[in-house]
């Protein structure tokens, strides 16, 4: 399935916005878990190259879903509030049926930085210590043999 092209920015802005407008009506650990992976996302944008930082991103996102259910399940109180609190409990309800049309878009930003079921394979210009490969000697000619001690 092809998605269409999605900025992370635009994501973060949209999802910053509903956060910032269901915080009218919902306080306490509903910002906290919000504007904590916001950070994150600022953190998945400003390391493009980073397959932990949208990783922990997507998931953070991911958790925030079941995170914002519990919140509105609980301080959702539909006959005592003003106008404004109802804007902002629908705002916070909107970014809750948002959050997974981000998730399967910033899923697809996961796929592109090369991650996959959770493996990261953070692309280095260096050799790992542990690597696999046997150190080239840079003693040997073109010829194949290596350089013989000269005695003095």
């Not at 973060?12 to 956060?19: E, K, R």
């Not at 950070?39 to 925030?64: E, K, P, Y």
């Not at 809750?96 to 090369?114: A, D, I, T």
Request: glycine share 8%.
């Amino acid at each position: 399935m092809e998605l269409p092209a999605v900025n992370l920015k635009m994501i973060l802005l949209v999802h910053w916005l509903l956060t910032t407008w269901g915080c009218i009506t919902f306080s306490g650990p509903y910002p906290w878990a919000n504007f904590t992976i916001l950070a994150v996302g600022v953190w998945a944008v400003a390391q493009r190259d980073s397959i932990d930082a949208i990783s922990l991103f997507l998931g953070d996102l991911a958790a925030t879903i079941f995170l914002d259910i519990v919140h509105i399940s609980v301080f959702y109180r539909q006959a005592s509030f003003t106008d404004t609190q109802r804007f902002g409990a629908g705002m916070a309800i909107l970014s809750l049926l948002l959050k997974p049309l981000s998730c399967c878009f910033v899923y697809h930003m996961y796929r592109e930085r090369g991650g996959f079921l959770g493996l990261s394979q953070e692309r280095s210009d260096y050799q790992t210590i542990d690597s696999p490969e046997a150190p080239t000697d840079p003693f040997v000619g073109s010829d194949g043999r290596g350089h013989s001690p000269q005695g003095y």
